[in-house]
């Protein structure tokens, strides 16, 4: 089965400083990555995906992600934080035992909360 | 905006209640799903309709009830809940079928519960 781990709870860093998000998983066969951004009072928002190609992706919001499959790691980047990135982030992935379910099913890391400090 | 509406965003209900959660998506997406959040706890999946026809329940208690009676809307119905059940419910919408395995989910704003 399946599995997702977030190693922090918190991760905290000052504004224009580099940040990690870190996030590895366990899958059978090749994972579709996924990261998600939760504001306070809102739902997960999308911000970027690894399914095949390149190892580093790009997404929303100048973050980025790094798949590391001799680590099966994909950790969240951004070189130069922002107060704004303060959230709470989400790992997930899905892998070939949920291809023939019709529809998207991940799991979830419990998630990291990132707060940038101006 | 999401793309994805959820109501009411808050609701507190005593445990003899019945309620309803809302939720409506205008994305075009033929899979429509539940999830529960509660702190310090990966996200779970309660239900799922593809099509509208439920494709997954994860062992979810009857006291949740889903009712989906369309692919752009999504009910959950609630009955003689616990303390425990207070928990933020979020709401998501995808494509279906082959389409939906690239695909990210996307989520409405969710609704905070509060079981007294």
């Known amino acids: 089965a399946q599995s997702v781990a977030q190693p922090e709870d918190q991760v905290n860093v000052a504004e224009g400083n580099p940040l990690t998000v870190k996030c590895t998983y366990s899958v059978s066969g090749n994972p579709y990555l996924f990261w998600y951004v939760q504001y306070p009072n809102r739902g997960l928002q999308f911000l970027l995906k690894y399914i095949t190609g390149d190892n580093l992706v790009k997404g929303s919001y100048g973050f980025e992600a790094e798949f590391n499959k001799s680590q099966t790691s994909f950790h969240l980047k951004k070189p130069s934080a922002l107060v704004s990135d303060s959230a709470l982030y989400f790992c997930?992935?899905?892998?070939?035992?949920?291809?023939?379910?019709?529809?998207?099913?991940?799991?979830f890391g419990t998630g990291t909360r990132l707060l940038v400090s101006p | 905006e999401t793309g994805v509406t959820q109501t009411p965003r808050h609701l507190v209900m005593g445990m003899t209640n019945k309620k309803s959660l809302k939720c409506e998506q205008h994305?075009?997406?033929?899979?429509m799903y539940w999830y529960k959040q509660s702190a310090k706890k990966p996200l779970e999946l309660m239900f799922v309709y593809n099509f509208k026809e439920q494709t997954e329940n994860n062992s979810v208690p009857s006291r949740f009830s889903p009712e989906c009676p369309n692919s752009s809307h999504l009910f959950l119905h609630l009955h003689t809940l616990q303390p425990e059940d207070s928990a933020l419910y979020l709401c998501a919408s995808s494509p279906a079928g082959q389409a939906a395995y690239n695909s990210p989910l996307h989520f409405g704003n969710g609704t905070r519960l509060t079981v007294t």
């Open positions: 994305l075009g997406h033929n899979a």
């Open positions: 997930a992935v899905r892998d070939r035992e949920g291809m023939n379910t019709g529809f998207q099913k991940l799991v």
